[in-house]
């Protein structure tokens, strides 16, 4: 998991920061894997009453815009929706087209904006945008 996070972000979380998220009982992790039973991408999402967030998604960069992601984000709405969750949210950089393009196909609006919140590895700082969905409907 920790290889495939650092083919997505410039400061991935190692193997211990992943370890110490999964360890936790209202965290949800879930996996893709492709035929060969390689890991090829995985969400991460965080439950608090009937509230949920996505900590990480990424799916591994020689195998985008195959629906990984996709099937990753679809599942764990279903899943939380199922574990008593009404509601979704999620922080992303605004530059990140191709992120904020999944959300809104799943259903996500942008209910916010942090302006310069992501400032490591950044010329110059980037807004957050804080994006929801609310899930019993
Ligand atoms: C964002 C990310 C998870 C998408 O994974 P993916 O498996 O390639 O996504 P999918 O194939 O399921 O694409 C689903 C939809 O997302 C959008 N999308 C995905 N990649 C896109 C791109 N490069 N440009 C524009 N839209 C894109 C499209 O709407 C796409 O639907 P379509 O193919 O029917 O047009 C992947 O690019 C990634 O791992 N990025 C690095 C990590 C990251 O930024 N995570 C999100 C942090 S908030």
Redesign the pocket.
Known sequence: MAAIHK???AHPWDEGALRNLMDKPNCLALAAFDAQRELI?FIITRQADDECE?L??????K?????????L?ADALELSRLRGANSMF????SG????I??Y??YGFEEISRRAGYYTQGRNAPEDALVMAKQLDV
Do not use: P, Q, W
């Open positions: 083919t997505g972000f991408g996505v990480t998604i990424v799916a591994n960069r195998k985008r815009r195959a629906g990984i992601a996709s099937l984000l999620l922080e992303v950089a990140n087209k191709a992120a393009k999944l809104e196909k």
